[in-house]
Nanobody, 115 residues
Framework: QVQLVEFGGGLVQPGGSLRLSCVAS????????MAWYRQAPGKQRDLVAT???????NYANSVKGRFTISRDNAKNTVYLQMNSLKPEDTFVYYC?????????WGQGTQVTVST
């Protein structure tokens, strides 16, 4: 069982930046592909960005050029740097870990972009 704990959500003004962090409780973090998802109340959870164990990344079109996913395998941590935030980026953001048939979710962290 892997526990994922997210940090860094909050309230930010449009055009601002936030960095989310997700720490995993595993000694073999590097084998997991990691991702960030986001979800609005009553809506489906949508993929934001992914990063493989060896650092290959992929992004949803809506965040390309604004968000950057990265990882530090020595710290068991994946990050999501979010720049040029818009009100439509307001969601609960979830960290996700996957290795073969194993998958885990964090508890989520609220990001609100508003004046």
């Amino acid at each position: 069982q892997v526990q994922l704990v997210e940090f860094g959500g909050g309230l930010v003004q449009p055009g601002g930046s936030l960095r989310l962090s997700c720490v995993a409780s595993t000694k073999i973090f590097s084998i997991y592909d990691m991702a960030w998802y986001r979800q609005a109340p009553g809506k489906q959870r949508d993929l934001v960005a992914t990063i493989t164990g060896d650092g290959r990344t992929n992004y949803a079109n809506s965040v390309k050029g604004r968000f950057t996913i990265s990882r530090d395998n020595a710290k068991n941590t994946v990050y999501l740097q979010m720049n040029s935030l818009k009100p439509e980026d307001t969601f609960v953001y979830y960290c996700y870990a996957n290795y073969r048939a194993l998958s885990y979710w964090g508890q989520g962290t609220q990001v609100t972009v508003s004046t």
